[in-house]
């Protein structure tokens, strides 16, 4: 089964036709990095405008490049949520006219969740996956699957018993890790992307010269975080069922137990204050000297250094609470998933401290594309109805915490 996939949900316009949920057939990405970075940050509406211009030559690329026509696409599949409403409705809006124009079943796919469906592609078109550093076999990961979500928006532990039946153990209870690497670069005026600019500038950096202090989450909960305490609280409320749009998602309140249990949370909103505090102390000036020109005095040095000593410490977070969830649910596999999955850093972290060998997706599927989306579209129509081309609509924020499918 060949999907295409259309995704549009932030400041990349991307199509990819993806077969059997496995094999990647081909991947275009049009990114607008070089817009934005004049900006420093994402405009949203530039974004819309610059989607509505390369979405049609994008999907045709792709087609192209995987040397196909239509009639070899069974289906498509395209991100509705979460994201920027004007770029969401330029990617759907493209998949809901071809599907009728084309006559091809349509699925609606969450982004969030795409980002876990890259570790899922393990071949190329001839049979070998081209894996960092040589050609080698790729396993697909194996159920229960813990996954970290690390990107600009989110950052979540999810545990995944099966395909579309995951329950969400912990996230971030202000910042996601991906925005704290973009902050930090402001601080330190390096270039948009931040999370890149920030590693780059790291790798020449001492980790140890700043001491920036590691949140730790309070948790009311009584008892041990094992799988079956955890299975205990959630067999206490009640689930029920919403729509969103055309996607229909499964609200399990209680398997998510938010109030009783942070054990798995993540905090980095005050790591990217200690950063702001200790470049002030740095520099020697005080808390009312604007932010936005602190960066002017810093040397390259000192920089590196606080880049490294930032990266670090967000890096250990991750990867404590990664460790202590493996540990509780014995998981048979452990992907990463995200933007900021693409940190070198992060993998060697995760690689050294958990006790199983990890297959990382390549970096260009971490950030965002559409083979993610063309992956998950294949699982997702294993057991769904295709969705009526008139009535998808696109859901801004939705959060993985409510969708199961
Ligand atoms: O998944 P993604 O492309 O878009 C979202 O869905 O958010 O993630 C973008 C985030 C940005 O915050 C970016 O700075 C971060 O991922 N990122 C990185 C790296 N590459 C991208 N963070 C740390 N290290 C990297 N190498
Ligand atoms: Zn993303």
Request: net charge negative.
């Amino acid at each position: 089964m060949n999907v295409l996939g259309i995704e549009s949900s932030c400041d990349e316009t991307a199509a990819a036709i993806v077969r059997d949920g496995r094999i990647l057939v081909s991947n275009v990405v049009n990114s607008q990095i070089d817009i934005h970075a004049l900006y420093g940050g994402v405009v949203p509406e530039v974004a819309a405008r610059s989607h509505i211009e390369v979405i049609n030559p994008v999907i045709n690329q792709a087609l192209s490049d995987a040397n196909m026509t239509w009639d070899d696409i069974d289906a498509i599949a395209v991100t509705y949520a979460p994201g920027l409403i004007g770029s969401l409705l330029v990617g759907t809006l493209a998949a809901r006219t071809l599907a009728l124009l084309k006559n091809k079943p349509l699925f609606p796919i969450h982004h969030v969740e795409a980002h876990v469906y890259a570790n899922f592609l393990v071949e190329g078109v001839d049979g070998i996956w081209n894996m960092e550093g040589g050609k080698s076999q790729k396993q697909q990961p194996e159920f229960p699957m813990l996954a970290l979500i690390v990107s600009g928006g989110h950052s979540q532990l999810v545990l995944f018993h099966d395909h579309g039946d995951y329950e969400l153990l912990g996230q971030t209870q202000d910042d996601a890790v991906g925005e704290a690497f973009d902050k930090v670069a402001k601080i330190l005026g390096l270039p948009y992307p931040g999370g890149p600019s920030v590693a780059k500038a790291a790798l020449v950096g001492d980790p140890k010269r700043y001491v920036l202090p590691k949140a730790q989450l309070k948790c009311t909960h009584s008892g041990a975080h094992t799988g079956a305490s955890r299975k205990a609280q959630a067999s206490n409320g009640l689930n029920r069922t919403e729509k969103y749009g055309e996607g229909v998602a499964q609200v399990a309140t209680s398997r998510i137990a938010q109030e009783v249990c942070h054990y798995y949370d993540f905090s980095f909103s005050g790591l990217k204050t200690a950063v702001l505090r200790a470049v002030q102390r740095e520099t020697g000036v005080d808390f009312t000297f604007p932010s936005g020109e602190l960066a002017a005095r810093l040397n390259d040095v000192q920089r590196a250094d606080f880049a490294a000593s930032f990266q670090q410490i967000a890096v250990e977070t991750l990867v404590d609470k990664a460790e202590k969830a493996f540990n509780d649910f014995s998981p048979k596999s452990v992907v990463i998933a995200g933007g900021v999955a693409a940190n070198s850093e992060l993998r060697r972290e995760l690689s050294d401290r958990l006790p199983l060998h990890i297959d990382y997706a390549p970096m260009n599927l971490c950030t965002d594309n559409a083979a993610m989306i063309a992956t998950l579209g294949y699982y997702y129509a294993q057991k769904h109805e295709p969705t009526s081309p008139y009535d998808l609509r696109v859901v801004p924020s939705l959060s993985m915490i409510k969708t199961t499918w």
